[in-house]
C-alpha cells in the first residue's frame, strides 16, 4: 500500500491505516528510536507513540512522504523520552553526539526562537547538500539517527580514529559555514 492510501484510511478514521503504518515503518521507526535510545521497551513506546500522534494528525495534516514524517516524530518523542531519562542520570551514547555539535550550532536566546530555528534548521540543509553524499549520509547518520561512531566506523568501513577526525573537520565546516551566514544574514538587516 502507497502512503497516498495509508493518508486516505486516515482521513477516513479507518484504524487499518495504524496496521499499514506498522507494516510499511514499524521497522524503521523502530530503528530511529532504539539508536537514541538504550532500552528497547523504551523505543517500542515511543513507536507506538508516533503511530497514536500520527493517528491524531492526520487529519488535519496530509504529509505527501510519510516516511519522514513519521521519522520526525520518533526522533522528537525519542529525544524528549532520552532528555527525560537524562535528567535521571539514565545517562547513554546520544550524550556524545549532541556534545559534539555544541560548539558547531549556535543555541537560540531571543524572542524569535522560532524563526531563528527555522532559519537554522534551512542553513544546514544547505550545508548538507553542498557536501559530498558520503559526508552527508554520515552526518545525517550521526547526528539525526544518534548512531554510534562504532556504529557507523563498522557500516562505511571506515576506522574508528579516521571516522572521529572526519566528523570533526565536518563540525567544523559546518560551524563555519553558519558563521559565514550569519555574517550575511546580519548584513542584509544592516542594509535594510
Known amino acids: 500500500?502507497?502512503?497516498?492510501?495509508i493518508v486516505e484510511l486516515?482521513?477516513?478514521r479507518d484504524e487499518a491505516a495504524i496496521v499499514q503504518t506498522e507494516c510499511k515503518y514499524g521497522a524503521f521507526c523502530l530503528g530511529i528510536a532504539t539508536s537514541l535510545l538504550s532500552n528497547g521497551e523504551d523505543a517500542k513506546e515511543c513507536v507506538n507513540?508516533?503511530?497514536f500522534q500520527a493517528w491524531n494528525l492526520?487529519?488535519?495534516q496530509r504529509p505527501e512522504k510519510l516516511r519522514p514524517w513519521l521519522g520526525r516524530i520518533v526522533r522528537n518523542i525519542s529525544v524528549s523520552l532520552w532528555r527525560k531519562n537524562h535528567r535521571q542520570k539514565r545517562y547513554n551514547g546520544l550524550d556524545q553526539a549532541l556534545e559534539e555539535l555544541e560548539d558547531s550550532i549556535p543555541s537560540p536566546v531571543d524572542v524569535q526562537q522560532d524563526l531563528e530555528g527555522a532559519e537554522l534548521g534551512e542553513a544546514i540543509s544547505r550545508w548538507l547538500f553542498s557536501l559530498p553524499r558520503e559526508d552527508r549520509v554520515l552526518f545525517v547518520r550521526r547526528y539525526w539517527y544518534g548512531i554510534s561512531l562504532s556504529g557507523l566506523a563498522e557500516e562505511s568501513g571506515i576506522s574508528p580514529k579516521k571516522l572521529a577526525q572526519k566528523m570533526?573537520?565536518?563540525?567544523?565546516?559546518l560551524k563555519s559555514f553558519?558563521?559565514?551566514e550569519d555574517r550575511s544574514y546580519e548584513n542584509q538587516l544592516q542594509s535594510v
Open 168 to 173: 570533526y573537520r565536518l563540525r567544523l565546516e
Open 49 to 51: 507513540e508516533a503511530f
Open 58 to 60: 492526520i487529519p488535519p
Open 1 to 5: 500500500m502507497d502512503d497516498r492510501e
Open 10 to 12: 486516515y482521513w477516513r
Open 178 to 180: 553558519l558563521e559565514k
